[in-house]
């Protein structure tokens, strides 16, 4: 129990407090203290904790002291001046607002929790009423699921009755008849599913017997049919492998007798894989192979013989090959390697693998890369000169940019110059590059656009000298080159006697005498291996000689082709008129080895297909016609059995066989439509049950408020029949009610949370525990940051805190005073209150709470440390807040609690 003097005070009461404060900051600016001190403790006989007005007192009680502490000499003038008002200090007067604001204050706090204690008394008798009201109203419902739950139960509905019971266990999950109620139900439908389920099994039973009986006799039926079938095939592919063995030994004999030794083998081949032990094909192999050892011993001796002429002719060609490498290492010995590699090129073209020819290319190239080493080293130093240069010009353009901004040039101005430089500098690169490559036209149009960048420039003038220098030493060499090659005093005899070898060879070459024409033109090298115009002349020999043997061989081919094709006709059309087909076809295919774009061939293999394909159509159109009208029986027998898939298979054969018949079509089209009928009378039926499942489901989920699992039956329900009326009713009442009910659960919550935040944290205010009720404090405003009563619940204990923290501080204020002189106390003050600031900005609240706690023991009334405390936490709830992250109050007494 707490003491009288703490107990509350009514608000009149607490008014009555502001009004004897006011009256004493009047008597004490009259300077009568000793009735401002009587009004003073008027007041605190109202409020005695009002601490504000207790430290009033004493500072009013300190000025009386020091007023009797006084001389007696000076009494006179001391009356005197308690006659006349006399100005009070600014800290007595800080301290008498602080008091009277804080009655004011308290008497407004105290009228709030009056009107709250009666609206609390209203409430409560509220609720009582309703509590009655709705245990009634259950009772009653009860009564009637129960009623209707029997009701179901006696007409076996035993899924609506127990769905009664379960609307009953949300009002009242205690209930005795509910329980007695719900277990009589599960006896009765567990006898009653257990009845179903023998009579169920029982009937199933004697539908498995007639079934089994009747799959025997269809197997039996099938068994004998493919027997039969079995039968037929097998004398059918007898009768068709001895006709086509003797087809095969006819035409295997008729390839031995006319040379054609491989295809007769490859026909006995045929024959050995259809009979491997038959007579007729080991007789007729052996001759075979006697014909072919025979053909071999020829072709051996002609192969002989072609090996003779090849050596000669090699023996020509290594000797033409050597004169090539003497002419090619003569030009490499004057560094002209492009030329010596055409020497070699075309010498290549007498023997490609030549190693001799290989090795001199070898040398040429290598030699060649030596010297393009050289100069590519030549020309990278003199790039590493120029790129030197240009480090050097780049250096200076960079010490003029610094003396430019000295002198105040503008960024645009000297961003475009380095731009300049450096386009320029690139066009030169690839001017350089191309001149390398003796790409002149090139480099002079990258110099070209460098001048359009830069017309002053002095490196774009010096390379396009160079390129022009570089240029026209190049077209002298050519020059002098050509004069060289064309320069031919007149009147000379080796000339002379070079164009009497050319001539002949011209005279030969008309007369087709390619091998007289080359040995006149091996003469005229003989003479000048040098010669330009003879060796133009040789590679145009070369050429016409190689075209006249191409167009030799053509036509010897053409003729060759020609009367193979012409046999392979004839024999063709005689096996046609015997009927022969695969024979004939044979002879077509042989004949297109010879040409595939031959018209009369395909004239040919048209007729011979044509023909073959009536003679088989005249031989399938009987056999298809059996067997369809077999397919339409058996189709109609199981159309009678509804089994439409197996009827369907069978119309589909008889289909394949004649598409265009329309009776087949008719019939198949009867046969879908009668499967559609029945599949959709099936499938209504089950999708029924199922929807009836689910609706039953999400109407139970519903009552008691699983909406989700609700909304998920009507979703599945939905997928079998996505047009009913009442599914799409329910879903929609269902998502209503799921989204009233989820915000007054969310609003419900967040009221709860908040009054109970604000029940603890009042609960800790009365205990004195400030830290743990600004940590409910904390919690409550992430709820609801806005809430007026939680922020006014945070200025009491903010305040209440102070207040604490005063007192704890009161006895430690006399020695500060006595220790520290005024100057110096504000100074500190204003160094700590610096210091929080900073600390504020750094989002380290703490550490600058920490730093108010310092300003505090220095001087605990001192109003910006107060102002600043407020600002410092309220910008610490706002950060959390913002961030998002967990809420941590700092208090100066260094306690720190945090808020999950």
């Known amino acids: ?109 105290a009228a709030k929790q009056e009107q709250d204690v009666a609206l609390r008394k209203k409430e409560e008798e509220e609720r009582r009423k309703n509590e009655e009201l709705r245990h009634q109203a259950i009772e009653s419902k009860i009564i009637v699921f129960l009623e209707r739950s029997n009701d179901y139960l006696v007409k076996g509905d035993f899924n609506r009755a127990l769905d009664e019971v379960a609307r009953a266990y949300l009002l009242d999950p ?39 009986e009747l799959l025997k006799a269809q197997v039996v039926r099938l068994q004998q049919e493919k027997e039969e079938k079995r039968r037929r095939e097998e004398e059918a592919r007898s009768q068709a492998q001895q006709q086509k063995i003797s087809q095969y030994l006819n035409r295997a004999q008729e390839f031995l007798n006319n040379g054609r030794l491989d295809e007769a083998l490859s026909e006995l081949a045929f024959v050995v894989v259809v009979d491997p032990l038959n007579e007729e094909v080991l007789s007729l192999e052996r001759k075979i192979r006697d014909a072919q050892e025979q053909e071999q ?12 002429e090849q050596r000669k002719k090699r023996d020509a060609i290594v000797s033409a090959i050597q004169k090539h490498i003497e002419n090619a290492e003569r030009l490499a010995g004057q560094q002209k390697w492009s030329e010596a590699l055409r020497v070699i090129t075309r010498a290549y073209v007498l023997d ?93 149009g990258e110099v070209a656009l460098a001048f359009i960048v830069n017309p002053f420039d002095e490196d774009v003038k010096r390379m396009e000298q160079e390129i022009i220098n570089s240029q026209n030493q190049k077209k002298a060499e050519e020059s002098a080159s050509a004069e060289e090659l064309v320069e031919s005093p007149e009147g000379d005899e080796t000339g002379e006697q070079i164009f009497r070898h050319l001539a002949d060879a011209s005279q030969y070459a008309t007369e087709h005498e390619y091998s007289k024409a080359l040995d006149e033109v091996a003469k005229a090298f003989m003479l000048d ?56 076809l044979t002879e077509v295919i042989e004949g297109y080895s010879f040409d595939p774009d031959n018209a009369d061939l395909k004239v040919l293999e048209q007729q011979i297909q044509e023909r073959h394909q009536k003679w088989q159509e005249k031989l399938a159109e009987e056999e298809k016609n059996t067997t369809i009208e077999n397919y339409v029986l058996k189709a109609k027998e199981y159309l009678n059995k509804e089994l439409f898939e197996d009827a369907l298979k069978v119309i589909t054969e008889a289909i394949v066989l004649d598409p265009e018949r329309e009776t087949l079509k008719a019939m198949e ?35 008691l408020r699983s909406f989700d699992e609700a909304l998920s039956e009507i979703e599945q329900a939905l997928a079998l029949d996505p047009t009913r009326e009442d599914l799409l009713n329910l879903r929609t009442q269902t998502q209503a009610e799921l989204t009233e009910w989820q915000t007054q659960k969310d609003q419900n919550a967040n009221q709860n949370a908040l009054k109970q935040h604000m029940r603890q944290a009042r609960e800790y205010l009365a205990k004195k525990v400030y830290d743990e009720a600004l940590m409910e404090i904390a919690m409550g405003m992430t709820i609801d940051p806005e809430n007026a009563d939680l922020k006014a619940l945070e200025e009491d204990i903010i ?29 500190l003050i204003w160094i700590h209150l610096r210091a929080a600031d900073e600390l504020q900005k750094q989002k380290e609240f703490a550490q600058a709470l920490d730093e108010l706690a310092k300003a505090y023991v220095i001087d605990p009334l001192n109003k910006d440390v107060k102002k600043a405390e407020i600002r410092i936490r309220q910008n610490e709830i706002r950060h959390a807040q913002q961030t998002g992250q967990t809420l941590k109050l700092v208090y100066p007494n260094e306690k720190a609690m945090g808020g999950s």
């Open 799 to 827: 305040k209440a805190q102070a207040d604490a923290e005063i007192a704890e501080l009161a006895e430690t204020q006399e020695v500060v005073d006595s220790t520290i002189k005024d100057e110096d106390r504000d100074q």
């Open 297 to 308: 011993a020829e072709q051996l001796e002609q192969y002989r013989r072609r090996e003779e």
């Open 669 to 703: 089209t009867e046969i879908e439509v009668a499967q559609q009928a029945f599949g959709k009378r099936k499938q209504t039926d089950e999708n029924n049950k199922i929807i009836q499942k689910h609706l039953f489901r999400a109407k139970e989920c519903r009552v």
């Open 352 to 444: 490609p693998m030549n190693d001799a020819l290989q090795a001199c290319e070898k040398r040429i190239q290598t030699a060649q890369e030596e010297a393009l080493s050289v100069a590519e080293e030549q020309r990278r130093i003199s790039e590493e000169t120029v790129r030197r240069r240009q480090e050097e010009e780049l250096r200076q353009l960079e010490q003029a940019e610094r003396e430019r901004a000295m002198l105040g040039e503008s960024a645009e101005t000297e961003a475009k110059r380095r731009a300049d430089k450096e386009k320029v500098f690139l066009y030169l690169t690839k001017a350089r590059g191309y001149m390398s490559d003796s790409r002149y036209e090139d480099a002079l």
């Open 529 to 584: 291996p040098l010669s330009e115009a003879v060796q133009k002349y040789e590679v145009q020999l070369q050429n016409e000689f190689h075209e006249y043997q191409e167009n030799l061989h053509k036509q010897q081919e053409e003729e060759s082709r020609q009367n193979a094709i012409t046999k392979h006709k004839k024999r063709a059309k005689e096996f046609l008129d015997r009927e022969a087909f695969d024979e004939a």
């Open 174 to 212: 205690a209930n005795d008849k509910i329980h007695a109620a719900e277990e009589h139900i599960r006896k009765t439908q567990e006898e009653t599913r257990l009845r179903i389920d023998q009579e169920r099994v029982q009937k199933q039973q004697e539908e498995n017997q007639k079934r089994q």
């Open 1 to 109: 129990m707490a003491k009288a003097s703490d107990s509350p005070r009514s608000a009149e009461q607490l008014k009555e407090v502001a009004i004897f404060l006011k009256q004493a900051d009047k008597l004490v600016r009259e300077g009568n203290y000793t009735s401002a001190l009587e009004e003073i403790a008027k007041a605190r006989g109202r409020d005695p904790r009002n601490l504000y007005a207790l430290a009033y007192e004493e500072r009013v009680r300190s000025l009386v002291a020091a007023q009797k502490e006084k001389k007696p000499e000076f009494g006179e003038s001391v009356s005197q001046q308690q006659a006349e008002p006399q100005p009070i200090s600014a800290t007595l007067e800080h301290i008498s607002n602080l008091a009277i604001v804080e009655a004011q204050r308290s008497a407004a706090v």
